[in-house]
């Protein structure tokens, strides 16, 4: 099993690195996390989060790779993916996930609740490293086709959907 941890995000404050940054440190060394987006979008941000990586002797096990393509990205090169944000309003990494099978582990925010079922579908966790790295620990092999299979049963485009719609108030229906 991969031990790598994605998390496809731009580097902005409010995506909140610095927790997946310190539940990297209660994982086994094998663990590493692997950032996908722009990290020029908040420079200070992104400075601070480099120093935290070195203060807490983590710059083997944490890769900030830039913007990717989705056709480039392998998501089976992972374990699953990882959000950690304070909020999302659409959060097409977690939609992308689902449609190809790659687990995911996030925070209790409105959408990903709402994708999520209440936690049903993923595991949603409390803001704290503990939380975070406890859910990746517990983290069970499912091959993503049953994944896949799992999601597409409990999960359709039209209720995703509906669900943001009604989160954020933009469907027809006045």
């Not at 597409?152 to 009604?166: A, G, P, R």
Request: aromatic content about 10%.
């Amino acid at each position: 099993m991969s031990k790598n941890i994605l998390m496809l995000s731009n580097v902005k404050r409010v995506k909140n690195f610095e927790l997946a940054i310190e539940s990297l440190i209660h994982l086994d060394n094998e663990f590493r996390i692997i950032v996908y987006g722009d990290y020029r979008c908040e420079p200070e941000y992104y400075e601070e989060l480099l120093s935290l990586i070195h203060k807490l002797n983590l710059t083997s096990r944490i890769e900030f790779r830039g913007y990717v393509k989705e056709s480039e990205l392998n998501l089976s090169d992972f374990t699953c993916l990882l959000v950690t944000s304070h909020s999302e309003v659409m959060p097409m990494a977690v939609i992308l996930s689902m449609k190809n099978g790659l687990p995911i582990i996030g925070v209790d925010i409105p959408a990903l609740s709402e994708l999520s079922n209440g936690g049903l579908l993923f595991p949603l966790c409390s803001f704290n490293f503990k939380s975070i790295s406890n859910a990746i620990i517990n983290y069970k092999e499912i091959s993503s086709d049953s994944l896949i299979k799992f999601y597409n049963e409990k999960l359709s485009i039209q209720t995703v959907y509906d669900k943001l719609s009604k989160l954020y108030c933009f469907s027809k229906e006045k």
